[in-house]
Each structure stands twice: as structure tokens, then as C-alpha cells.
């Protein structure tokens, strides 16, 4: 059974750091392209970053752009994201997503990690 467990989250204040984590077991971490996504509450589910399977190509969120940065290591199965120069608006529940197309689309979640931001 796939298991993708996040961590890193907190409470931090409006300019601070965090870096989040994804442990990624029971699947080949390496074929799969990783993302991150948050919910803020009573929001929906938006993106925040991507990397493909390489690790060759990423994309971000434009709110994020230049303050996050999404990295693996597929020696640990593990997905990264650091998050810099945070905002009270960045406060959210960010969920690890696992994601390989085959015969079609395969997607798999985290639990989440809950990040809030103090002003």
C-alpha cells in the first residue's frame, strides 16, 4: 500500500522558514512526478509545486514563485519544499502528492501537514 508521509510543519511567524518533507514507500519514488498542494480552510485545494520524476523540471504557483522551492532525493523517496519568506496567506493544511500516468493517471496523497504563519 502506498504511503506518502508528510512533515516540517508549524507554527512560524510572517518572514520565517519552514521545509517540508514527503517519505514516499511501497512505490517506485523514482518514476513518479511529486507535488505539493494546500488547503486553507475554507478554501479549495490549490497547487503549490511540482517536480517530475527526474527532478529535471519544476513549476510553482505564482503566489509562491521565488520564495518556495521543491527538491527530491530519490535515493531517500523523499520530496522536499522549502518554504521562505512566509505569509500569514501561506497558512494551510500542504499535502504531498505522488503522481504517474500509465494506462491512466495514478495519484496518491498524504495526510497533510498543517502549516500556519503568525503576522
Known amino acids: 500500500q502506498v504511503q506518502l508521509v508528510e512533515s516540517g510543519g508549524g507554527l512560524v511567524q510572517a518572514g520565517g522558514s519552514l521545509r517540508l518533507s514527503c517519505a514516499a514507500s511501497e512505490l517506485t519514488f523514482s518514476r513518479y512526478d511529486m507535488g505539493w498542494y494546500r488547503r486553507a480552510p475554507g478554501k479549495e485545494r490549490e497547487f503549490v509545486a511540482a517536480?517530475?520524476?527526474?527532478?529535471?523540471?519544476?513549476s510553482y504557483a505564482d503566489s509562491v514563485k521565488g520564495r518556495f522551492t521543491i527538491s527530491r532525493d530519490n535515493a531517500k523517496n523523499t520530496v522536499y519544499l522549502q518554504m521562505n519568506s512566509l505569509k500569514p496567506e501561506d497558512t494551510a493544511m500542504y499535502y504531498c502528492n505522488a503522481k504517474i500516468l500509465l494506462s491512466y493517471e495514478y495519484n496518491y496523497w498524504g495526510q497533510g501537514t498543517q502549516v500556519t504563519v503568525s503576522s
Open positions: 517536480i517530475s520524476w527526474s527532478g529535471s523540471s519544476t
